[in-house]
């Protein structure tokens, strides 16, 4: 991450004074700049905002090699803001060096938005977020507050959510844009991004205590409006108390909170038992078919990972995924609708005591819909009688059962999917 300037040409404030000369740069700084082309001067000495803005549409053009169509307006933009601050500086217009002033002003801001432009969308605005996270860490939050990394975290995320839009409507009054400009190109973003670095780097001079960062006395007021911290002993939240101590936790909205939130995330053990099971099951199924590349793409999502990254550490094309993923879902199915199909069913909430997952009404219409035969092996099935006794009930192979079987659990499948209800 690149390291925010430390010492920055010049800081503007609410009065838009400005700092001395940086090391290496005179009070009287040096003329920059084609020395053969013609300048036309305005009032204060300095360069005419056209003259200046064509300029840096010159450079601007040469550095990012690229005829956009945003460079005339930004650095039409990058000159009036330049102009305004030499005309609010009674520093600058006293020095008698204004065009050179204008010089060293106006690269500093184009190099600024050039960096950004650089870093490309996505990385510029890492690297902002990390540059203004990093100036409000420390004040984000109420003092003496214990919040550790992750609590700050999330409240500087908050905060600068707001502040991006604050310094949006900024950008946008200080420039006379419209209410619903937004940056479309990539070196308008940039400039946006540049825009924000130096508005919350301003400093806004207080009564009788110097001057502060603006993105900072924002960050102080957000974390003066956060709710006071509550202590709770979190043991005395999960127990019970009787008598008075109940009484007076009955009414802490703040306990209340907590065993919710407690009992709402609490996990059912004997359910993390018997989903561990079932992929315990399906790896072993998966590998006893000679599935080995499945048990990979299975583990890998198990994992939560997106197509692209499975298809990166799985070295697939899309179309080998498409295929890969045929082959998963037809064996998935056959495991659970035939091989396993007892362990799974009781995962889901779906075995036969629960009439395979069905509500009483939807189990009525669905048995209307069967043969008197396939009654039959449900009844048999419940009984639980063993596959050789409903086959010869049946007068069937035990092939002919289990195919009889796993077209049954289909039926049932689309029945549950589908809402079949009675008329």
Not at 244 to 268: G, K, P, W, Y
Not at 283 to 310: F, H, N, R, T
Request: proline letters at 4%.
């Amino acid at each position: 991450m690149n390291s925010p300037l430390a010492n920055s040409f010049y800081q503007t404030s609410n009065n838009f004074s400005i700092n001395p000369a940086p090391s290496g740069t005179p009070n009287n700084a040096p003329r920059q700049g084609n020395e053969s082309e013609p300048l036309e001067m305005n009032s204060l000495g300095g360069i005419d905002t056209q003259t200046l803005a064509n300029q840096l549409v010159r450079e601007l053009h040469e550095k990012i090699q690229s005829s956009s169509r945003s460079v005339p307006a930004v650095a039409m933009r990058i000159a009036k803001e330049i102009e305004r601050i030499c005309q609010k500086s009674a520093r600058i217009q006293n020095s008698g060096q204004v065009h050179s002033w204008q010089q060293v002003l106006a690269r500093h801001r184009m190099q600024k938005c050039l960096d950004y432009y650089q870093l490309g969308s996505k990385q510029g605005r890492v690297e902002l977020h990390s540059t203004l996270s990093s100036m409000v860490y420390r004040h984000v939050a109420p003092l003496r507050s214990r919040l550790g990394f992750q609590g700050r975290y999330n409240l500087i995320e908050d905060f600068l959510q707001g502040f991006y839009m604050e310094s949006l409507r900024a950008f946008r009054r200080e420039n006379q844009l419209t209410e619903d400009y937004t940056p479309r190109t990539q070196l308008e973003l940039a400039e946006y991004m540049a825009f924000t670095e130096h508005f919350a780097k301003r400093r806004i001079n207080l009564p009788g205590r110097g001057a502060q960062q603006l993105v900072v006395l924002r960050a102080q007021g957000f974390a003066n409006n956060q709710p006071a911290e509550t202590v709770l002993d979190i043991e005395q939240a999960i127990e019970f108390p009787k008598g008075e101590d109940a009484e007076v936790q009955n009414r802490s909205h703040a306990a209340q909170q907590v065993r919710e939130q407690m009992i709402s995330e609490t996990i059912d053990p004997a359910e993390a038992v018997l989903r561990d099971r079932v992929v315990a099951e399906l790896v072993q199924y998966l590998e006893s078919q000679g599935q080995s590349d499945c048990v990979d793409y299975l583990v890998l999502k198990l994992q939560d990972m997106a197509a692209q990254e499975i298809d990166e550490v799985l070295n697939l094309s899309s179309r080998q995924r498409d295929y890969l993923q045929q082959r998963f879902k037809y064996h998935v199915e056959k495991f659970a609708r035939s091989h396993n199909w007892k362990l799974v069913h009781q995962w889901l909430g779906a075995d036969l005591d629960q009439n395979l997952g069905m509500p009483p009404q939807q189990w009525e219409a669905f048995m209307n819909k069967l043969t008197p035969q396939d009654r039959q092996l449900l009844d048999l099935k419940r009984a639980q009688k063993s596959e050789q006794e409903i086959a010869q009930v049946l007068k069937c192979t035990p092939k002919q059962l289990q195919k009889r079987w796993t077209q049954l659990l289909n039926l049932a499948w689309e029945a549950r999917n589908s809402g079949l209800v009675t008329e």
